[in-house]
């Protein structure tokens, strides 16, 4: 197995002078050419987690722990260093591409902004290569369509010319958060092709943040289920998928409506994620969960190996595991 | 307004010579105006302190614009002790009502017309960037703010070229309502006499000119007051034009 490009330890993310937790102790690898997505409901903790990648958090946000980018910490770099890290090496997409994108700038101009940034071409060579990276994300007519403005495109073009610009300076880390949300379902499809596509074409790893399971079944490799700021399963998405090992991915797994299975109760997880400020003691998912027992109500499960590769916190893995999959296999295989 | 451009191929008369035969005359077809008290043909005045009061216009408020603008950004941008502490002059100047500053600093320069820009400058750019800082602290929040910041470019960068974009468009409208309005200033100075010193045409000093005249002769003083109030009109409008303009493009 090859080293992976990013190693994160112990990343911990507070907000209001360390009083809220966003993300607690969040440790991950991301491989070369992988695609890791990063599950969880709205305010788990995933996209901040994306975020405290780059340090991009709103003021009073506070990272700690490491991340490690070709054996350097970016959460020790000062402002340049970090300057050419962000979209020059890893770089990012966001959920709303109509805000993400300058509503008074024109889409070259935008694509041009990042390659003064990050690359040493000239005019006539970032002409060249915007027109070039319209063709790559498949904007047709190239020419014409990089003198509009955003909101001369559709929602899916507008999502392509962000991904053109993203993806201007060759970055081997693309971080995704929630791309395709935004979006309609044939065009999110699109979406998610376009971007294993490039994955492959680029040969960058993706890191991606969703809500969407069926996205996570379509697009990633390996998967880290988040819940109150926690990684609490992580695995390969085919395995997490046919195994779950933590109650909270069980029941996750058995809310996703299954087209062409025969007609079966549609479960969902009782309650609302924790708030920050109230995070239970023991397992944070002990007051939602079916199999919580005494023990979950008083210490927290760390995450432990359960098969290779496979890790999962929770005093009852056992009997999660036992319960079996609620996917049928049809959806897993796509 | 392009009449009034070039007034030198237009006037008929020249603005500064006197006629003592016609003293104080009545609109005529020789002077549609009318002349004033020294026999100037007020027509030709009024058309050569047009050049005089665009100056005026664009002087006095261009430095504040840009000035203010970007202090403004800056400020809007950074936020925090920089913005508390760029409240608190914002605070200080708007306390005091701006003819009476600007009167102040003009008293203490000496008059006439530079120090009047500089006057005006001194305290006109706060109100633009007052304006351009409370956008700049809205734009900052938006999605393509932090996107540029995820895409690695410089403060500077992201403040002057992505941000300013966005958040300028009410300061240019303010600035065209402010050329209006420093047409008036220069014309409250020239008739206080802190302004374009007579006998240089400036419509301000025009009316002060005719004051004394009111009852006996009119066409002086209105005539110039009339081109006041047209060109500031022309300019609101040319800023509600420039606002429609900037809206359509989003």
């Not at chain 2, 605070?91 to 017309?113: E, K, M, N, Q, Y």
Request: charged share 20%; with cysteine; aromatic share 8%.
């Amino acid at each position: 197995m090859s080293e992976p490009i990013l190693r994160v330890r112990g990343l911990t993310t507070t907000f209001g002078d360390g009083a809220l937790h966003a993300v607690r102790d969040v440790s991950f690898d991301v491989m070369p050419g992988e695609v890791l997505g990063l599950v969880g409901e709205s305010g788990s903790g995933k996209s901040v987690t994306l975020r405290s990648l780059l340090r991009l958090l709103p003021a009073g946000g506070r990272v700690a722990g490491s991340v490690c980018w070709h054996g350097r910490d970016v959460l020790a770099m000062n402002e340049a260093e970090l300057r050419g890290v962000r979209g020059g090496e890893i770089s990012m997409i966001f959920q709303e591409p109509m805000t993400a994108l300058n509503p008074v700038l024109p889409i070259r101009v935008q694509i041009e902004e990042n390659l003064r940034a990050h690359t040493k071409l000239d005019g006539r060579g970032r002409r060249a290569r915007a027109r070039e990276l319209m063709d790559l994300v498949g904007i047709p007519d190239a020419a014409r369509r990089l003198d509009e403005f955003p909101h001369q495109f559709s929602g899916g073009m507008r999502q392509r010319a962000m991904i053109a610009i993203a993806l201007a300076s060759d970055p081997k880390l693309l971080l995704a958060d929630e791309p395709t949300t935004a979006l309609d379902v044939t065009i999110q499809d699109q979406i998610l092709k376009l971007i294993l596509e490039l994955r492959d074409e680029l040969a960058m790893s993706v890191v991606f943040v969703t809500h969407d399971l069926g996205v996570v079944s379509a697009t990633c490799d390996r998967m880290a289920v988040m819940y109150a700021g926690r990684i609490v399963e992580e695995g390969a998405v085919a395995d997490v998928f046919a195994c779950p090992r933590h109650a909270y991915t069980h029941g996750l797994l058995g809310s996703v409506p299954q087209a062409g299975a025969e007609r079966s109760m549609l479960l969902s997880i009782e309650g609302t994620p924790p708030g920050l400020a109230r995070i239970p003691e023991g397992c944070a998912f002990n007051p939602r969960c079916d199999f919580a027992t005494d023990i979950c109500r008083r210490t927290r499960p760390r995450l432990a190996e359960m098969s290779p590769g496979h890790h999962a916190a929770c005093h009852n893995a056992g009997a999660v595991a036992a319960a079996g999959s609620p996917v049928r296999r049809a959806m897993r295989d796509g | 307004m392009i009449v009034a451009a070039f007034p030198q191929f237009f006037a008929p008369y020249d603005p500064l010579a006197m006629d003592y035969v016609n003293l104080l005359a009545p609109p005529s077809a020789a002077h549609p105006f009318g002349t004033d008290n020294f026999g100037r043909d007020v027509l030709s005045r009024v058309l050569h302190a047009y050049t005089i009061d665009m100056q005026i216009a664009l002087f006095a408020t261009l430095f504040p614009f840009l000035f203010g603008t970007t202090v403004g950004a800056i400020v809007g941008y950074v936020g925090g002790a920089t913005e508390a502490m760029f409240g608190r002059v914002v605070d200080a100047v708007i306390t005091f009502p701006f003819l009476v500053l600007v009167i102040a600093i003009v008293s203490v320069l000496g008059p006439g017309l530079m120090n009047m820009y500089i006057a005006i400058g001194v305290v006109g750019w706060v109100f633009y960037a007052r304006i351009v800082a409370a956008e700049v602290k809205v734009q900052k929040r938006l999605d393509y703010a932090d996107a540029g910041r995820a895409m690695g470019y410089t403060h500077a960068r992201i403040i002057f070229r992505h941000l300013l974009p966005n958040a300028i468009t009410p300061a240019v409208v303010y600035w065209m309502t402010d050329m209006a309005l420093a047409i008036l200033l220069g014309s409250s100075l020239g008739y206080l006499g802190l302004g374009a010193q007579p006998p240089a045409a400036e419509w301000g000093v025009q009316i002060a000119d005719g004051k004394n005249f009111m009852a006996t002769a009119w066409w002086i003083s209105v005539f110039p007051g009339i081109a006041i109030v047209i060109t500031g009109l022309g300019f609101s409008l040319l800023g509600d034009g420039l606002a429609e303009l900037l809206r359509g493009r989003r």
